[in-house]
């Protein structure tokens, strides 16, 4: 008992030091202002078409992504905020120019789906998994297996699992 | 040419029929015990013969096309829009599926491929063969259809005829492109088998999970096809595409890993079948989704629903796939409400904390990214319908969202198979579960110590927090993989005397499926490494004048110049860049013979323009070391100075990707291959205690 007791004790202290050195070093984060042109650049698409990020573009002569790569560095250096930009260029060519729905309106929709979906399917596994469990359950409480005696019941299971040919993992 | 071409189609598509008609009525006269004339299984039997015939007949029309691209005859309209006389040979090949009517004609001919090889193993069960035959003849007669009638291959170009051809696609003059849409279509048609089986095992209300075993084979050989597939198409992506990346959440791309999705869901759940009887409805409608959503990439591919960068082949015989769709949902449907009774399980679960569980979670899992994706996919098209416009789904949504799911099923990766069966007492998770916990966790400190950051100017930066999260559950997993591999195989070693090696080795082919599968899910951590990589992406761009440098990470190039060539089919300009590392000469291996030697590295991105149909095209050069990849792109010359615009890109860790690939194709397979079976010797001992009315109480 005092043997399992320090056995927490030490894999206590084990987490306590690993979520230490974890939060020293997230507080070690470098900012990198030059990175803006970069994120901005992956959350607009090329209009020209091509059905490429702003940032990603790259054909030759296309003749739209090299103005709006200009426009996006301009209304970075006017000092203006992420949210201002993705407007503006959305008032100026179009929702489709943004590359992911925003979190208005029917758009939000899908942003909600997916998790929403996860969600109800998670949930419905997890009754799923507690029913058939539960069946199981009531069904050995009611089979001839609960009168057989344990030496009887372990030579039973060494039978069942020598026969067991198949697959047990892989696929 | 082409009158033979489109006779052969013709019949084909008459042959399919008859397989169909026939087989139909022959195993609806078989199943009902009515009396006729002529026997139900001669007639089974001639249906069978005709679906053999239509394979040589499709051949025939194949043959045609391919002929006719090597001979220029242009006279066919296909030949003129996708070939020309220069085109180099293998790419003439290629002709063959860069246009809607050749791609549906290679379609129908690996379909009647795979239903050649069915019909010809009919007697390993000749009545769940006949079914799975007849059902295959009902798709190859539809693709037959859509070949005679909707988009013909053979149609006759109406004018003057022109002297040369229109040329290939560009894109497609890549000599990975000779084998990534073939690898990629006997991914989508091989599930065509598998439905085929499992709607017909339905159908005849087929005892047993038989039906699985003799599947089993097909659906992991098309699902190695697939995967092939889509990792080619990843490699091309990035090889010629030329924007540092792999894999764009295009519509196109999205619709091959969809399949892909359920097809591995298919292939975890049906062993919850085989071993518990468990799951027959989900696994049936899992089958019958793979297959529908091949169905839906096609449609996707080519009626032109969503906006793609795979805009080869597009055309107006979209309805067809949608009637062709809803016909088969409707079959799948009724089949399944009328013997829906066959299918009724035996659902038991002993613990939530099981093998069987965990199945159950990876199906999940593996189905709401497919959901996601299909979501992500279609949400334009619904966004017009409801709101009057379209919206953009891209890769911000799809990294937002699937990402954390991937990273759910890499963690169920790692857990699943450290479940046993049944139930899992806590001392056998605090055994199996300390190794993987302490690597995970160490990876997360040595990868902060190393500078991974997962926040940024005080917010969370997802590409980092998430490629932190991936390297660490790899860790993870690997661990308890590899922990797995070395406790059995210390347990042969043990038992045979010999080394751990060995031992590992005896164990794997005595049980290929598990091990195999092990291995399988080790190629996959490795590619999960390799594509959390992308996170620590670097680029630069520039004019670069002759000697001028460009410095990316810890290489510098300098530009030792420029030069131009042309051949009949393209002319081409390229940079020559002397690559230095470290101040020094950068090198790479040379093969010459047998032999490699070291030589020092230039790298030659070009831009080519391809004489027939006057298009750009960029091949990139990349030097690939196992931490990272230097990937240059000759992007042109800017009008102005005329000076050539270089684009460098620093791609961590990307070799992992198709490293990983090979470890995976290894692993399955070694899966296929049958188990040894180890050797046994009869001994007569005493009888015991009589134990059959003990089986029948509760064990068998």
New interface residues.
Partial sequence: MRSASRGFSFWMKGLQAAALAVAVCFSLGASDAGSRFNDLGHRLMCTCGCAQLLGECNHVGCPESGREREELKTAIAAGKSDKEILDWFAAKYGATMLAAPTTKGFDLVAWIAPFAVFGAALLGTVLLVRRWSVGKTQAMAGSDLASVDPAERARLEKIRRETDSGSDGGF | MAAFGSFALLIALALAGYNLLAGTLALRLIATGQATRISPERLADTARRAGIASFAAVTAAAFALVWSVFTNDFSIAYILEHSNRALPAAYKFSALWSGQEGSLLLWAWLLAAYGFVLRLTHKTDVKLYAYAGTILAGIQAFFLAILCFAAPPFALFQGAIPDDGNGLNPLLQYPEMVIHPPMLYLGYVGFSVPFAFALGALMMRYPGEKWIKVTRVWT?VTWLFLTCGIFLGMHWAYAV?????YW?W?PVENASFMPWLTGTAF??SV?MQ??KGMMKSWNVWLIFSTFLLTLLGTLLTRAGLV???HAFAQSSIGTWFVVFMGVVLAVCIFTYILQRSHLQSE??????VS?E?SF??NN?VL??AC??IL??TL?PIL?EY??G?????????YN??AIP?GLFLLFLTGVG?LLP?RAASLRAIRRNFVLPSIAL?AT??VC??AGV??????AL?TGNFYALVAFALSAGVLTAILSEFLRGAGVIARQTGRNLIVGAWLLTRR????????I?HIGVVIIVIGLAGAAFNRSVESEMALHDKLVIGPYTLECAGFTQDANANYNSEFALLDVYKGGKRATELKRDGWLFHLIPLQMAPE?RIYLASGQ?Q?MVAIHSVLEWDLYV?Y??TNPDTGQPII?AFLNPLVGWIWAGLVVLVFGTLL?LVPALSPATAAVRVPAR?P?EP??K???A
């Fill in positions: 992991m595409l030329g924007w540092g990346g764009g295009d292939l975890h062993m085989e071993k906006s793609s960068v659902h038991h679960l002993e613990s939530l093998r569980s159950l979670f999940l189905l709401t959901f996601v979501w992500g949400f966004s409801v709101e416009s379209k919206v953009t789904v891209g890769a911000p949504f937002r969202v799911i198979p069966w966790w997360v400190i902060l110590v950051r997962p926040w940024k100017d005080g930066d049980n290929t499926r598990r091990y195999g599968g092990y399988v831009k750009p960029t792109v992007e042109g684009k899966a205690a134990i003990a089986l109480g509760g064990i």
